[in-house]
């Protein structure tokens, strides 16, 4: 996969992968099995081709994670299967990998971009409430 070349975010490591606490960098919002990588297309699909940083975790069979500015993960109600991580609840430790190199078992479902150095929160929120749909429905 050929990446536009900008500078690198300072919350990933120059190479291999660390651990980054959400709420600090960045939020988190987590989505696992096969509806995750629907998600993802859909939201790729959704933001004309550049969703924004999303981290796969190959360990752990289709958990992505989608990474979202600092402090807008709690603004929502997310639909169960969604798991928010960042913020005044949810505070969690997320393994970022390098953009290049040996990064297992991380790797980006898609990285970040000088247009999409975050995910959209609105436009995940209507992805995964499409996704996801909860009982009561999504606010």
Request: hydrophobic share 35%; proline share 12%.
């Amino acid at each position: 996969m050929t990446r536009q070349l900008f500078s690198r975010p300072e919350w990933v490591p120059e190479k291999g992968h660390c651990l980054r606490r959400t709420g600090v960098h960045f939020d988190a919002v987590c989505v696992s099995g096969p509806v995750a990588e629907e998600a993802a297309d859909a939201l790729a699909g959704a933001s004309g081709g550049e969703p924004g940083p999303v981290v796969r975790e190959t360990r752990e069979a289709g958990r992505l994670y989608f990474l979202l500015p600092p402090g807008t993960a709690c603004a929502r109600h997310w639909p169960p299967g969604a798991v928010r991580l960042g913020g005044r609840t949810g505070v969690g430790y997320i393994g970022v990998p390098a953009l290049d190199g040996r990064t297992w078992p991380l790797s980006w479902r898609s990285a970040p971009t000088p247009r999409a150095p975050f995910v959209d929160p609105a436009l995940l929120h209507t992805v995964l409430c499409e996704a996801l749909p909860g009982p009561e429905g999504c606010r």
